[in-house]
């Protein structure tokens, strides 16, 4: 129970610094979307490194990044996420929080659709059900906005892509997070020294303080995800599914509350199909879990010490 416990409070922690993020980025100004993502890339990187060699886990890094089969994996995910990310930065910056919340509540279902056509899992009524919702949710918001919301369905794609890359490369967290940074920090330094050269950068000219800021990016980063994957092994994945909708609802209300955003009667009527659309599968599974527990009655004491 202690474990479990313990697990329930990492995987808290993991998504509230997520969905706390939108507080931070805007610190960073005036430096501009890319150069936070430049910036972010690059001290993820070393902070991943200097992880990895914390947990005297470098030969396994090692062995991950010398397997050919995995290397244009480890690309197309440190691109998808790197995107995800640039995306994320700039939709915060812009002052598109409740948009960037919509993404991320969007991901599950189109996470779904993507085992569906990927790897032609069979969805339950449940699960069509919950796509059907998303979509009507997205019509409402397009109707809304008067165009589709492209800043949400930008990030829900590219985290997808993502995970099914991540899926198909199968590595620890640690390593997998040090290996997708790692190839994208020399273009990520390439990138800061170019904005350097035509005078476009921040990280040298605003001070200390500006400096440090952009530095805790890559902290900001790996915080959380050290925090999940420790509550990965403590606690099941449909606890830590169900868990995982806490950053998108601290993103929503920060939106609304801190940022105050506008939000018309379309747009409420929009996230409320999502979240039903996102409720029914988390019931369901809590439902089903709870029937299982009820059969398998209660645990045997013949082989107990």
Wanted: proline share 5%; charged share 10%.
């Amino acid at each position: 129970m202690n474990r479990h416990r313990a697990g329930l409070v990492l995987a808290v922690a993991a998504y509230a610094q997520w969905g706390m993020f939108p507080l931070y980025w805007p610190l960073l100004k005036p430096a501009g979307a890319v150069e936070i993502l430049l910036h972010r890339i690059f001290w993820s990187c070393v902070v991943a490194l200097l992880i990895v060699t914390l947990l005297r886990r470098r030969q396994m890094l090692r062995a991950v990044a010398s397997r050919r089969e995995t290397r244009l994996q480890l690309v197309l995910a440190a691109l998808s996420v790197s995107l995800n990310w640039g995306i994320y930065i700039w939709g915060v910056n812009a002052g598109e929080v409740v948009e960037t919340s919509l993404g991320y509540f969007i991901t599950p279902l189109t996470t779904i659709a993507a085992g569906m056509l990927l790897w032609r899992e069979r969805l339950s009524v449940v699960q069509w059900a919950a796509v059907a919702l998303g979509t009507a949710a997205v019509c409402v918001i397009t109707a809304d906005y008067g165009r589709p919301p492209w800043l949400a369905l930008s990030l829900a794609l590219t985290f997808t892509a993502y995970g099914a890359f991540k899926k198909r490369l199968n590595l620890p967290a640690v390593e997998g997070f040090a290996a997708e940074t790692a190839v994208m920090a020399v273009p990520a330094l390439v990138g800061m020294a170019v904005l350097g050269a035509r005078g476009e950068a921040t990280f040298t000219t605003m001070g200390t303080g500006h400096a440090l800021l952009l530095i805790g990016g890559g902290l900001v980063t790996a915080g959380p995800l050290l925090c999940f994957g420790a509550a990965a092994v403590r606690i099941p994945l449909s606890t830590l599914g169900i868990v995982l909708y806490l950053a998108p609802v601290l993103q929503f209300v920060l939106g609304v509350t801190v940022f105050h955003e506008h939000m018309p009667a379309a747009r409420w009527a929009g996230f409320a199909l999502i979240w039903l659309a996102l409720a029914l599968p988390a019931v369901h599974s809590i439902r089903v879990s709870a029937r299982s527990r009820r059969l398998a009655g209660p645990p045997s004491l013949e082989n107990a010490p």
